[in-house]
């Protein structure tokens, strides 16, 4: 694996991590998110680039307007979160607990 | 809710699933569990009540996650085998990522922990949803690269479900917590059989839809939230409480009705694969679920709640009968004697 390969690997699964180990906001959580996406981006840019698939250019793109759509999706319920429940620490969402 | 905005999800949710289940490309199948997961938020969240809002918070929170997760599965594996289609998954740490992407986004243990919650905040209509057709892109996935994927480790997460979701099913007096327990079993069931047989699998999640959209119209017919409404639903509806009896009885795995013929299907196919430790594992360990499901059918028709004679008792008004309803409830009762059609045609 080259070191490339290693930069974007572990920038996900450090993400990964990020938003498996979150602690008291849910903005952080949305933040780990994001950065999994990105770190996705630089993985399909580069297969288009080292491969020299010209028509795979488009693919990054793409993924980046879903990621863009979720993150809204994200900050929306953050609102949302922020208005029933007053803030976003994540102990406070215990409601459904069985 | 705004009908614009009803028919904008249901066709996104409908859209999603298209391009999910007939794919070929790693990035279109990613395209589609995004549109789905999108589409399905405002429908949890849409009544704004804080149990609504934590439910669409958990449930987006663990879906992007294993969207993610699956997106890198496939860039690893096609990184190392050059290409992005979806059923040429070789490569043995992409497939171990993509089976844990995909246990999230079913509701597979150890990953479970999302789901009862998510159905206990959401709408009757939107948990049907949730448990029926938001499992149908996953699993597609996963029939698709089935011949690539660890059995030990599907046997090991569907063992632990079906003991999981019959455990912890066991203590819930509420109807949509019942629900998802019973779904993370029959999950179970499902993934034992997904790499010996995938058409028993994709079979198994058939009649599983059949069955549970037949109890979740049926309880959204009497708006039955917990245990305790369900016993006082048979002065409104005495039908479909002798139905939905006969349709949980059916989802617990009872002969002669059609969810005994999934149950003898896997049992028969893993005694032939010789699997027979772990069918007698999975049979045992679904004799918990039968004992909620025998609970729900008992307190909703064979017993009367516990008020005096003289109670004023609700009237019976006719409500005119659903047909899906009833079409639901009378395949989820009556199909065992079609059972070599039915393994024929999947």
């Known amino acids: ?98 | 809710m705004n009908p614009y905005a009803t028919s904008i999800m249901t066709f996104s949710l409908i859209l999603g699933t298209t391009i999910t289940i007939s794919s070929n490309h790693w990035v279109l199948a990613w395209t589609g569990l995004e549109i789905n997961t999108l589409a399905i938020i405002p429908l949890i969240a849409k009544s704004h009540h804080p149990r609504a809002v934590e439910a669409a918070t958990k449930y987006f929170l663990t879906q992007a996650a294993a969207s993610a997760l699956v997106l890198f599965s496939s860039m690893t594996n096609a990184w190392v085998t050059g290409q992005w289609d979806i059923t040429q998954m070789n490569h043995p740490t992409s497939c171990l990522l993509l089976t844990a992407a995909i246990a999230i986004k079913l509701g597979l243990v150890p990953f479970h922990f999302w789901f009862p919650e998510v159905l206990q905040g959401s709408p009757l209509m939107t948990a049907l949803l949730l448990s029926t057709l938001m499992k149908f892109p996953p699993l597609t996935l996963l029939l698709l690269t089935s011949k690539s994927l660890d059995p030990a480790l599907l046997t090991a997460m569907a063992l632990a479900s079906t003991a999981l979701g019959g455990w912890m099913g066991l203590n819930q007096t509420q109807t949509r917590k019942i629900l998802a327990f019973s779904s993370i079993s029959h999950l179970g069931w499902i993934a034992i059989i997904l790499v010996y047989s995938p058409k028993l699998a994709l079979l198994t999640f058939y009649l599983y839809t059949i069955m549970t959209s037949a109890v979740f119209l049926a309880l959204n017919k009497i708006k039955a939230l917990n245990l305790s409404m369900i016993m006082t639903s048979w002065t409104k509806t005495p039908v479909l409480n002798a139905t939905l009896m006969l349709v949980l009885l059916s989802l617990a795995g009872l002969p002669p009705l059609t969810g005994f013929m999934p149950k003898w299907l896997i049992i028969q196919e893993l005694t032939k694969q010789e699997m027979t430790p772990a069918a007698m594992a999975i049979a045992m360990l679904s004799l918990l679920s039968l004992f909620f499901y025998l609970r729900l059918a008992y307190h909703s028709t064979i017993t009367l709640p516990p008020n005096s004679s003289n109670h004023m008792k609700q009237w019976y008004t006719s409500k005119t009968p659903s047909t899906p309803t009833a079409v639901l409830a009378s395949l989820s009762i009556l199909l065992l004697p079609l059972s070599p059609m039915m393994h024929a045609i999947v």
């Open chain 1, 1 to 98: 694996m080259s070191p490339l390969h290693l930069s974007f690997y572990s920038a996900f699964i450090f993400s990964g991590l990020g938003l498996a180990f979150h602690r008291t906001h849910l903005v952080s959580a949305l933040l780990c998110l994001e950065s999994m996406m990105l770190s996705m981006f630089v993985g399909l840019s580069m297969w288009s680039i080292e491969n020299q698939v010209s028509s795979f250019t488009m693919v990054p793109i793409l993924m980046l307007t879903f990621s863009a759509c979720e993150a809204g999706t994200g900050l929306a319920i953050l609102v949302a979160s922020t208005r029933t429940h007053g803030s976003d620490h994540l102990h406070n969402l215990n409601l459904l607990q069985c």
